[in-house]
Every structure is written in C-alpha cells, then in structure tokens.
C-alpha cells in the first residue's frame, strides 16, 4: 500500500500546498487503490476516475500560474451516494434510482467543487440511508476495513470504511440517527454530524427531513474540521439553513485544552447492555480527561429510554411522505405490468420491484402511524417524547459544557448477524439518535480496540446546538492524549487490506 495515501487529509493538504506532490499524483494513487480493493470492500457505488483526475489537474495547473487556491485545493474526497451529483449516477443505493443522473449538484457537492477538491467517487450506503450496517444497499453490503467479515456501520458503511480503508482521505456522510457517527465507532475514524441547519442539506435524497443532517468523515479530528469549515453554512435553497456562522471549527480543533471544560457522563447511556471492552475504553478516556483538569460529573436524561420507539415513529413516517416521489412517473425506473396497466399499477410494480425490505417495512410503518385515527395515538405521541428528550439535553447542558457516551453498545458485529432481526439492529443506534431528536451537534471519536476483539471502539460527545466548535475542541484534545499515552494514533494500528483480502476467509 502506498505510504502517501496513508496520510491524513492535513497532511496531504501541507504537501500539495508545498508543491511536494501533486493533486494529479495523489487522486492517480487513491484510484488504483480503490481499483485494487473496492472489489472487495465495496466502498464504491461509482468511480469517477475521469473527471476526478480532470479536477486534480486543473488544480495543478492553477498553482502552477499562481492562481489563488482554496486550502484544501486538490485533496480527493468521497461523496455518499444520496447526494446529488452531475457527472457521475446518484442512487441512494437503490435499484429504483439505478443508472439516475441528477439535473444539478447538492449544494455540498457544489462547494467542494468550488474549493478544488477531486470527488473520487459515490460511496455505497443502506437504501435510502435506512440500516444501520449498509447490508441493505441494492448493491451489496460494503465490508469492514477492520474484519471483512465485519460491518462497516450504516447507513453511512460506505464512507467510513473508504476513509477506515484509505480508498479516500475525507469524505461526506449523512447522520439521520447515527449514520455518520455509528460507522465511525466500528471502523476507527472520526466522524462528525453537525448542528442541523448548519451544512445544507439542498441535493441530499431526504430520508426523515427534520433529522438528516450531512457531516464528514475523515481519520482524524482536524480533518473533519477542515471539512465542516468548507461544507457549512447558510444556504437559501435550504429553508432550515442556520442564517449565521458557527465560527471555525479549524481553530477550536487547534486548542487541545479541556482543563475546567465540564464533561457530562450521561447515566442512562453506559453500564448494562454495553460490551466490556467498550466500556473499559470508554472509562479508560474519562479518566485521560479528568487527569488533563476536566470536570467529569453524570447527568440523567430519564427520556432517552424512548428515545428509540419515538424515533422509529417520527422517521417512518418522514420517510413514507419522502418517498412518494419515487411514483415510476417522474425518474427512476418504471415497471409495467402486463396487460393494459393503469398508473396506479405501474406505480404498485414499479415500488415493489425497486424498493427493498427495509424500505417497504419503514414506507408500511409510517404510513400506518401517519392514517387517520392513528396520527395522535403514534406519531403525535412521538413528538412529545421528542420535546421531553430536547428537555433532558437542556437540563443535562446547564451541568455540563459536553456529554459523553459510548458511541455504540458493541463494536461490529459480524454481516448477516442481525439482518433478519431488525428490532436487534435498530438497538445499535440507541446512543446517537436522541441528538438528531434534539438537532444538536455529535462527533465520535475513536478510543481504542475492544481487548475481547481486537475491533475499534469509539466515544460520543454531544454539545449544545450551534455548539460545535466544542466538539472539535475536546476531540482534539482526547485525541492528543491519546497519542501521547499509546504513543501512537489509532489508524496505525489497522491492519492492511492487501493483507486481509489475500487471506480470504470472509
């Protein structure tokens, strides 16, 4: 494996700034690495070798004239396939959006366009964002970087195990209820969901719209500051755009101090139904942060018990009002029954054939919890527990600057392990869906390896909306004393996947 895709995305940013390599040289280095595994790995829905590396020499060539560049000019990123993208098919890996080139960019793609960076490709997801281990995604589950018997966490697999597996530097994800942050804890990156309203979520395929937020994924903290500091910001095709700026996450990520800073342990998000080996790490960073001066103290937030059922209400239905639109009439596919078929049954065969199971389960229960008679008694309910969670985070907030948790119960399980359980597997969320409730900022972070496993752990800080930059700054520094205790960062002690696709065995 090459050392230059090994560094992190600053890293690469100091070099191409340097003229030490070229975007050209780098992008050319990433594509034949995810030529030689995505086979594999299935990070990628789609490679966009042609125009990624028309992209990069672009890039090239303005600095070589002298021409004012964006900081992170000619760094290759990933894009989760449910935003849309111009040049390259966007099916928010589903068969009913197969081979679909959308009309226009999403307003993050737009940006990272604008800053020069080679989008390398689309990565793969569970269809339509709903799974928590991307096994369904219409085009095969993407595999851990990790154990490629192992999930790479969902619905955001692709892009965490691209970054976990260095087929990107840096990517771009979705969080509607963990979507970001579980994959991050199973595959040892970082990854980040952002205050809502704060990255628009213009061009992104809507799952539950009060709850998806876009963020990025990258190996560590800094990166996903870097990131955000491009993505963020207010955008009028978004009518939940937050109007001003959150400030720059870049420097809080730079402070690495969290002396005094009040770091909630939340009571009902550790302890029974947590793996050991999580919750030795999780306690072992705690204590890294108290011995640095911060103030550990435990919160409860009494109504994160429903947290689930609540959230499993409020998405299916977002989700069934969503995904109307896929009707057969206006793009995607479209299937015709035989004989003469009336709209309605081209639309009925069309669903069938293109939508899998999950999604078929998510549409049947929220329409059911949308219909008249059932509106109050379910999805009304749901969003008062939602109210009741938002009020446990402010009283939680008003004894600590940051909450902390694990970020998932148990490191990855195996693929297949829960697929014909769905109840098992949305219990994998139960950490990080009271922050997309709630609309607040959450990063995971990786802490170490499980000692029963040997397999990632990760922790979960959430702050207060708007609060982001807080995040970046006790990430930073966990990050920093976990160096200096290990002596060495978390992605070097990855296995490499030349290695792990050799043996087989998966």
Not at 87 to 112: C, H, Q, R
Not at 397 to 412: C, H, I, N, R, Y
Request: hydrophobic share 40%; proline share 6%.
């Amino acid at each position: 494996m090459s050392e230059l895709i090994k560094k992190n995305a600053s890293e690469l940013v100091s070099l191409l700034q340097s003229g030490e390599v070229s975007s050209v040289e780098v992008t050319t280095e990433f594509l034949n690495h995810i030529h030689a595994t995505n086979g594999v790995i299935n990070s990628y829905l789609h490679v966009s070798d042609e125009t990624a590396l028309e992209a990069a020499a672009a890039v090239d060539a303005d600095r070589a004239a002298g021409k004012p560049l964006h900081a992170l000019a000619g760094l290759p990123i990933a894009v989760k396939d449910n935003l849309t993208t111009t040049d390259a098919p966007t099916t928010s890996g589903s068969k009913i959006l197969e081979g679909w080139v959308p009309p226009y960019d999403a307003t993050v793609v737009t940006k990272l366009r604008q800053a020069g960076m080679p989008i390398l490709g689309k990565t793969n997801l569970d269809e339509f964002a709903m799974g928590s281990s991307t096994e369904f995604s219409a085009f095969g589950p993407s595999r851990n970087p990790w154990a490629l018997d192992r999930i790479p966490g969902g619905s955001g697999g692709g892009s965490s195990s691209a970054v976990g597996g260095y087929l990107a530097p840096i990517a771009i994800g979705s969080d509607t209820g963990g979507s970001i942050r579980f994959p991050a804890s199973v595959t040892g990156t970082v990854g980040i969901k952002p205050t809502y309203g704060a990255v628009s979520r213009y061009g992104l395929i809507a799952l539950a719209s009060s709850l998806d937020q876009i963020g990025p994924v990258s190996r560590n903290v800094l990166d996903s500051a870097l990131l955000q500091d491009v993505i963020a910001g207010h955008d009028p095709h978004d009518s939940t755009s937050l109007p001003e700026s959150l400030g720059s996450m870049t420097e809080a990520a730079k402070k690495l101090d969290v002396k005094g800073m009040r770091i909630g342990v939340i009571k009902e998000l550790t302890g029974a139904g947590f793996q050991a080996g999580v919750t030795e790490r999780f306690n072992q960073s705690l204590q890294l942060l108290a011995d640095a001066g911060a103030e550990i103290v435990e919160v409860s937030c009494p109504s994160f018990e429903y947290a689930i059922a609540a959230y499993y209400l409020i998405l299916p239905a977002e989700a069934s009002s969503n995904l109307a639109k896929f009707d057969s009439v206006r793009f995607g596919m479209r299937v015709a029954p035989e004989g003469n078929p009336t709209i309605e049954r081209v639309m009925a065969a069309t669903r069938e054939a293109g939508f899998g199971p999950e999604v078929k389960r998510r549409i049947i229960l929220g329409t059911y919890a949308l219909s008249s008679g059932y509106y109050d008694a379910y999805y009304g309910s749901a969003q008062k527990v939602r109210t009741l969670i938002q009020r446990d985070f402010a009283a939680a907030f008003e004894k600590a600057d940051v909450l902390v948790s694990p970020t998932a119960p148990t490191t990855a399980f195996k693929l297949g392990e829960k697929v014909e359980d769905p109840l098992a597997m949305y219990l994998n969320d139960i950490a990080t869906i009271p922050a997309n409730l709630a609309g607040i900022p959450g990063i995971s972070l990786p802490v170490g390896i499980a000692s029963e496993d040997g397999l990632p752990v990760g922790i979960q800080f959430l702050a207060p909306a708007r609060e982001d930059a807080r995040l970046y700054q006790v990430g930073a520094a966990l990050e920093a004393l976990q160096e200096t205790a290990w002596g060495h960062t978390m992605m070097s002690q990855a296995p490499d996947l030349h290695e792990l696709i050799a043996k087989g065995g998966f």
